[in-house]
C-alpha cells in the first residue's frame, strides 16, 4: 500500500504482537482442549516465539519479555478463543490484556459481500502437504496480511 494509507497500517502492525494458539481437541463435553502451541510474531521486528508448550515449559515471562514493547494483540478470531486460553493458562501474563485487533470480527465491515469466515492457509493448498497441520507461526504471519487487506478496502 503506498502513501498516507501505508504509512497508517504499517504504523498500527509495528505495534502489534500476532498471536495464534494450537490448541487440542477436546475429549469430553467438561474438557476444553489444552494449548499444545504457541507462536507471537512482533510486527515491528517480524521476529517469532515459536513454543511447544508442553515440551517447552513456556511461562508467562517468556511470554511477556519477547512481546514487551508492543502495545496490541491482533489475531484471528483472537477475542473469543485466544484470549481466553491464554489468560486461564497464563493469568500473570500481561499479553491478554492488552488491547485486542480481531480480524475475524473485523471481516464483515471490510468484506460485507463476502466474510471471511476462516483464516485462509494457502501453505495447505498444495497436494504434497495434503496432511499438513495447522502452523501457528505462519496463521500469525498470515494475520498482518489480513490486517493490511482489511484497512485497504475499508480506507478506500
Known sequence: MAGEEGKIIDGLVERCSSIDLEVSKPESPD???????LAIVRGDTGLAFKRNVKADGTS???????????DFILGHNIIAFDVPYLSEKWPECSEHSKPAIDTLRLSPLAFPRNPYHHLVKHYQDSQLIRGQL?????DARLVF???KDQFDTIVK
Open 60 to 70: 508467562a515471562a517468556d511470554i511477556d519479555s519477547f512481546s514487551n514493547g508492543t
Open 31 to 37: 474438557d476444553k482442549g489444552q494449548i499444545q502451541q
Open 134 to 138: 495447522n502452523d501457528p507461526e505462519l
Open 145 to 147: 496480511d489480513v490486517l
